[in-house]
């Protein structure tokens, strides 16, 4: 049963629009945020967090959002740039230990 | 300083028999998760150590099992391979196990192919 899921496989955007990758929860005890970028050949890479106290958190170019009552968070890159091009995965946990990942977005940024 | 290694880089086995995959997380960090991606999926949840001690699992057969050990480094073993265990083993190290939110850093991976 997927917990975590991103409806998007796949998404691609013009150089300095935005992006806006979209994730959806279904378990109500989820507290703990993350979004992961993974390129080719290498393990994913922390991103950004929130947690369930916020609804924004911002970090330079990337922001995430969170809609408790919703079940839905998602990350936005502005301006995007052809180095964000990846795949996104985001995460969700009720204690910040143990992480239910999402099927992951690929990101292609068009110069 | 080095990342979270893993080995072997990629791994090819029969049904039936038994794989060893290792991690060594970053040094001074004493957690190891273990993941399971399936192709076109997002990483599954293995287990996690902490200090030795399993202090997490997954829904996974008991075909899986992991070990730490003293110098935090760590093993996974999967008995009787089936074809559905093709996938990349991520492995991910922390320095706790509380919060370890902002610190969870994933190796490249292990490729297991089962034929």
């Known amino acids: 049963d997927q917990q975590v899921k991103q409806n998007s496989p796949s998404l691609s955007v013009q150089e300095g629009r935005i992006s806006i990758l979209n994730c959806d929860y279904t378990?109500?005890?989820?507290?703990?945020f993350l979004w992961y970028k993974k390129y080719p050949a290498e393990g994913p890479t922390f991103l950004i967090s929130?947690?369930?106290?916020?609804d924004k958190n911002e970090d330079g170019r990337f922001t995430v959002f969170l809609n408790k009552s919703a079940k839905h968070l998602s990350l936005h890159i502005v301006p995007s740039q052809p180095g964000d091009s990846a795949v996104y995965f985001c995460a969700a946990s009720p204690d910040g230990n143990q992480f239910y990942f999402g099927t992951g977005t690929s990101l292609t940024v068009i110069p | 300083d080095a990342g979270v290694t893993q080995s072997p880089t990629h791994l090819i086995k029969t049904r039936g028999q038994h794989v060893t995959l290792r991690c060594s997380p970053i040094?001074?960090?004493?957690?190891v998760s273990w993941y399971q991606q399936v192709l076109g999926q997002g990483p599954q949840f293995i287990f996690q150590y902490y200090e030795k001690e399993e202090r997490g699992r997954g829904n996974f057969p008991d075909r899986f099992s992991a070990r730490q050990f003293p110098n935090y480094s760590s093993e996974l073993n999967v008995n009787a391979l089936l074809l559905g265990d093709s996938a990349l083993y991520l492995c991910?190290?922390?320095?706790?196990?509380?919060?370890?939110?902002?610190?969870?850093?994933f190796g490249p991976g292990t490729r297991l192919t089962v034929t």
């Open positions: 040094s001074g960090h004493k957690s």
């Open positions: 378990n109500s005890m989820f507290d703990y």
């Open positions: 929130i947690s369930s106290i916020k």
């Open positions: 991910a190290s922390s320095r706790t196990v509380v919060n370890s939110l902002y610190e969870q850093y």
